[in-house]
């Protein structure tokens, strides 16, 4: 029995969409940006032209998870996989803070004055 995991099959990613996450990642504003000068960031920054972060995407995409602890209620997002045994592995992951929930103010409504 072999122990190599299968693999999803990649999704293909769009040349726009890696140019503006490439772009956010590396703090520049895609809608002002040229492809040339989000190239030259991403390969300051990770030393990675768009067309291999493209191809890296392509392979992370259909890793992406959700999930709740049922231990802990915790909850999680991150890249995970369904292992040899048939159960899903988190292969990396971060829990997923609740926003702090603001009270909710009662609108104090006053009466209309009767005519």
């Known amino acids: 029995m072999s122990s190599e995991l299968q693999t999803p099959p ?5 040349h726009w969409d890696a140019e503006e996450l490439g772009a956010y990642i590396c703090g ?5 940006a040229e ?14 032209d ?12 259909p890793l992406i ?17 369904i292992d040899n045994a ?3 592995t ?4 971060m829990e997923v803070l609740e926003p702090e929930k603001k009270p909710k103010i009662k609108k104090v409504s006053t009466p209309k004055p009767s005519l």
């Open 65 to 81: 998870d959700y999930g709740k602890s049922p231990l802990t209620n915790k909850r999680y997002k991150g890249f995970g996989y």
């Open 90 to 93: 988190w292969a990396v992951k």
């Open 28 to 32: 520049i504003d895609p809608d002002g």
């Open 35 to 48: 492809t040339e000068e989000i190239e030259n960031a991403m390969y300051e920054k990770f030393n990675i």
């Open 50 to 61: 768009l067309d291999n972060f493209r191809e890296i995407l392509s392979h992370l995409l």
């Open 10 to 14: 990649r999704e293909p990613v769009d």
């Open 86 to 88: 048939g159960f899903g």
